[in-house]
């Protein structure tokens, strides 16, 4: 079931990438990039078919699903180089990935919220209620992240 899924989720990628491309043709000074709640929505349903967990009905606060044994998450998601932390909560886990235009993705961060939140205490508050341009530093920060403290990867089913 979850292959069906994840080529039905490349198939309209692929078409909403070459509408971009239109797009971008008949107005070439807009970069007419795909982020905001659609990218977002994509991006938890690519979690939910790869991690061990499931997704909160409707919009939440502060988290986007459960993982299987009960954490809360947040999960972020990208099409470019730019996720971002929460100014005023500290999600429980925050599962963020950067995702392709094929449909596949990457893991940039999958831990803690809390060793996030002290990567960047020292950052002033911003006007959106958001951290961004962190890239870098959760790609560095997840490499020291326990095994133990990781939202698991599903089991391949063959």
Known sequence: MSEQ??????GALEQL???????QAAYPGKPFT??????GDIGEVVAS?????TLNEGLTK?????????RKVQIKATFSKNLTFPVHHVPDYYLGIKLYRDGTFEEIYNG?????????KRRAPT????????MSQLIRINKDVPEDQRIPKRKLST
């Open 112 to 120: 803690p919220g809390y060793l996030i939140k002290e990567e960047l």
């Open 34 to 39: 795909l982020d905001g709640r659609l990218v």
């Open 5 to 10: 899924i994840q080529n039905q989720i490349s």
């Open 62 to 70: 502060h988290h986007d699903a459960i993982s299987d044994d009960g």
């Open 17 to 23: 990438f070459s509408a971009v491309s239109q797009l």
């Open 127 to 134: 006007s959106t209620g958001l951290h961004g341009g962190l």
């Open 49 to 53: 078919l790869n991690y061990e967990l």
